[in-house]
Nanobody
Framework: QVQLVESGGGLVQAGGSLRLSCAAS????????MNWFRQAPGKEREFVAA????????YYADSVKGRFTISRDNAKNTVYLQMNLLKPEDTAVYYC?????????????????WGQGTLVTVSS
């Protein structure tokens, strides 16, 4: 398994931006597709975005499409989530997760490892 550590969360006003990072160690980073999920207070964890092994393909939940961008740097073993035009409903703990599968039309089905999460709070 790969080990994952998120960073970059914080407090931001509505309409603002944040960039989350997820640093990986352990097994070969490029062997995994990477994903971001989030969990708001009192709600179930939900899928946010996915990126293929090479980074050439991405997939987003409808709720963030056009506002969030997932990217990866395999040389740095890091995946990013650029979040723009943030809304109060984006407030959640954000988790990165590695997966053995990737699709450009659905969330991953074979999740492998999770980070500990980073809190994003968007004030109105």
């Amino acid at each position: 398994q790969v080990q994952l550590v998120e960073s970059g969360g914080g407090l931001v006003q509505a309409g603002g931006s944040l960039r989350l990072s997820c640093a990986a160690s352990g097994r070969t980073f490029s062997s995994y597709a990477m994903n971001w999920f989030r969990q708001a207070p009192g709600k179930e964890r939900e899928f946010v975005a996915a990126i293929s092994w090479s980074g050439s393909s991405t997939y987003y939940a409808d709720s963030v499409k056009g506002r969030f961008t997932i990217s990866r740097d395999n040389a740095k073993n890091t995946v990013y989530l650029q979040m723009n035009l943030l809304k109060p409903e984006d407030t959640a703990v954000y988790y990165c997760a590695s997966s053995l599968d990737y699709s450009d039309s659905r969330p991953p089905r074979a999740l492998d490892a999770w980070g500990q999460g980073t809190l994003v709070t968007v004030s109105s």
